[in-house]
């Protein structure tokens, strides 16, 4: 669709106040928020990601492409997260330490507020005992972490450590997620469950609350 392609290059570049002008349009002229997310926002944000890796384009370029990306997201979120749905549970998220990425955790956290679980948000760079000290002082049964870089994958490692050494291990769930991490490195580290997007992630959270 035309204006998803719009709001796809205006992310790309940086043009926060033109992504949130065409994510309301696009919301008004009836198109689902989740299309608007995947072929709008996501897809941009796919390409910025392409061209980093290529050296094409340079820090400040994401810099501005992710405040694009939250300008939008700002726009969509009433839309992605649906009121009054009655709780599944709290859990605690954060990117762990040392990583500042945290648009996917955000989306991750929209879209568990909108299917009824009660996020507690740590934000990014988050210590291992920040997630343990949180999920007993909360009472959660869930602790997620996203990791954007490979050196700060080590990081999830440690707050299962720490949940282990705090006797709560059968207690809490852990989930993961981020682009470097996969369902092997879930395994290897004794993760409960990986899932590589928001969407997937909340059929794991109820999955894993139910269990
Ligand atoms: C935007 C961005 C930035 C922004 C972050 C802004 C912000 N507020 O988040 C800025 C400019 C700050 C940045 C900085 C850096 N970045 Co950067 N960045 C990116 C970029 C382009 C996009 C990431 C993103 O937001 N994607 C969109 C979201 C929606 O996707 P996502 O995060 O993967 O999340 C989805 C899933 O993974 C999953 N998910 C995520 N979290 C969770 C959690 C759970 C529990 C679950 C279940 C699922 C889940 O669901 C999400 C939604 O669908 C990536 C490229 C890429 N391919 O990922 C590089 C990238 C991650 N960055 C990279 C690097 C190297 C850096 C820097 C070290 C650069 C530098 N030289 O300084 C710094 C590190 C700063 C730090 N200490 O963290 C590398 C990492 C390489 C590696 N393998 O380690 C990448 C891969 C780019 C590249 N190809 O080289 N970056």
């Not at 810099?63 to 700002?74: S, T, V």
Request: no cysteine.
């Amino acid at each position: 669709m035309e204006i998803l392609k719009r709001t796809a290059d205006a992310l790309q570049q940086g043009e926060h106040q033109q992504v949130a002008t065409l994510v309301a349009e696009a919301l008004g002229a009836g198109i689902p928020a989740g299309d608007v997310l995947q072929q709008g926002l996501l897809a941009g944000m796919n390409v910025v990601g392409e061209q980093f890796r290529l050296r094409e384009i340079f820090l400040p370029d994401v810099l501005m492409a992710a405040k694009a990306m939250y300008a939008g997201l700002d726009v969509l979120k009433p839309h992605l997260a649906s009121e009054g749905v009655p709780s599944r549970g709290k859990i605690v998220i954060g990117t762990v330490k040392g990583d500042l990425h945290d648009i996917g955790k955000n989306l991750v956290g929209i879209m568990l507020k909108g299917a009824g679980f009660e996020v507690i948000d740590l934000g990014h760079d988050v210590a291992p005992e920040a997630f343990v000290d949180t999920a007993v002082r909360e009472e959660a049964t869930l602790i997620g972490m996203s990791a954007l870089l490979t050196t700060t994958m080590p990081s999830m490692t440690g707050t299962i450590k720490a949940l282990q050494e705090a006797g709560l291990r059968d207690q809490v769930k852990v989930m993961i997620g981020g682009a470097p991490v996969t369902d092997g490195f879930a395994k290897q580290i004794g993760a409960d469950g990986y899932s590589p997007d928001a969407s997937s992630a909340v059929r794991l959270a109820k999955s894993l609350v139910a269990a």
